[in-house]
Structures are given as C-alpha cells and as structure tokens.
C-alpha cells in the first residue's frame, strides 16, 4: 500500500463503520424497548459488540488518514528490465495536477479547514507542493546534464544556469518554466531506463524511487511528523540528501549494469 491507498482505506473503514454504528443504536434502542430485557439480552449483548467494532473502525480509519506513513505496507520488489519497453511501470510523466488533492489534503491540515475552504488565492501554492518530488528529482537531472534536446530547446540556457546556481528553486523553476509536468521526452534517452526503475508513474501518479521498502528515498529525506509527502518546504539542504540518495542508487545501476 501507499499511502494514498492507506488513506482511501481509512476513509471507507469510517463511512462504513459509521453507516453500521447509525443503523445498529436506534434498532438496539428499539428492541430495548419493546421487548422483555431478560429476553433479549443476547441479542443486546452482540449488538453492543458491532457497535464496539464499529467505533474501533472509526478510530483505526481516522488514524490512517492522519498518519499514513506508520501504516506503509513493504513494497515486494519487482526486477525491472531495461530492455523491456513494455514494462507497465515505465516512467511517462509527472503532472503536479494529478497529486494536487492529495497535497490539498495535506495543506487543510496546516490551515485547519476543510477541503472545499481552502482560499482561491492558496491554489497556486498546493502546486508548489504537488510539484516537490518531480521537482527535486527535476533539478538532479538537470544537474547531470540529463535533459534532452526537447528540454533545452523550450527553456532558455539563462534560466538553466540560474537553477544551476541555485538562485532560484527547482520548485519555482518547475512551475515557472515546465508547466508543473516533467515529461518522458524531456529526459535523456541514456538515462531513461534508470529513470523507469527509479521514478515510476503508478496510476498516473509519480512516485520518486516507490519501490524502496522503506517507503521512497524522497520520503526519508523528507519525513516529518505529519508525515506529509507534500506539503514540505523546498530547501537546498534536503535537495542536497536526496541528491547523494539518488547518486548511491544511479552509480549502483551503472554497476550493475556495466555503464
């Protein structure tokens, strides 16, 4: 599971165990009051066990919406072959709009709102924060002389340098300059296959290294006690850990596979 699977079953356990907890008191109630108690004792008793059950569901699925990550099952790794183009996990693109309403979720959690109050003028920045693992693994490509022609033939050499530089982030450089999406055609043919077994697009989500028992190389750079995946501010120094992660596992795929 990740943890967007982890919050959807949150979330069913509360609408079910609710809808069962509002149909099982009133009819408790009910056979209460018309039959002899005596009578119905044991009827009463395993009504009072489900509505029991009930309320454990509520609270296991309220818990797995507030902290996914302590319920991330291990991935099962999956070999990947660079030679197979047909490989369903193959990388086709990161669109930040895809991953918006899950860092929007994660951003009601800092203004303490709900969903449909989050203000108009905050939705450019829960694009920011859709963007934060496209972006850094963005700039680590970018870094590497990594992009393809496509890539360098839409943005300005000025701008390149800027982020090369770090003057500006590879967050503002993504939305400014990519239209929040990094796309397959965007990155070096010569890297690809490393990509594909690195940053996977999973139900048109992207995922930076999903695959990692531990979650993501991304996530351990950025955990936090929300255990948000998105709503972390960009800062060099993290950029800086994720890119030796990244370094580790690229140098170990060159290894492997006598590049």
């Known amino acids: ?24 008191v009133p009819v408790s109630i009910v056979i209460a009051l018309n039959n002899d108690i005596g009578s119905v004792l044991p009827v009463l008793f395993v009504m009072a066990l489900l509505c029991g059950t009930c309320i454990w569901g509520i609270v296991r699925g309220y818990k797995r919406i507030r902290e996914p990550g302590k319920y991330i099952q291990a991935q099962a790794h ?3 072959d660079p030679a197979d183009r047909s490989n369903e996990n193959e990388f086709r693109a990161y669109k930040s709009k ?11 959690r800092i203004i303490e709102s709900g969903y449909e109050e989050i203000p108009e003028e905050d939705e450019d920045k829960i694009f920011e924060y859709a963007s934060m693992p496209a972006a850094y693994f963005m700039m680590w490509l970018v870094e590497n002389d990594l992009m393809s022609e496509i890539f360098y033939g839409q943005i300005s050499k000025e701008e390149i340098n800027r982020l090369k530089a770090r003057e500006i982030s590879p967050v503002e450089f993504f939305v ?4 929040c999406c990094l796309l397959r055609d965007e990155i070096s043919e ?15 989500k992207g995922y930076l290294n999903f695959r990692n028992p531990d979650m993501s190389d991304y996530y351990q750079c950025i955990r936090n006690e929300n255990s948000f995946y998105y ?3 960009f800062s060099w120094d993290t950029y800086d850990m994720i890119r030796e992660k990244i370094d ?9 596979n006598s590049i």
């Open 78 to 80: 999956v070999a990947f």
């Open 231 to 233: 709503c972390v501010e």
């Open 248 to 256: 580790d596992a690229y140098g170990k795929y060159r290894s492997d």
């Open 1 to 24: 599971m990740n943890e967007n699977e982890v919050r959807a079953f949150g979330k069913n356990c509360i609408i079910l165990s609710s809808i069962i907890l509002v149909i099982s």
């Open 176 to 179: 400014g300059n990519m239209d």
């Open 98 to 108: 895809w991953a918006w309403d899950d860092a929007a979720m994660e951003y009601c």
């Open 190 to 204: 010569k890297v690809l296959p490393f990509v594909d077994g690195y940053f996977e697009t999973v139900e048109e």
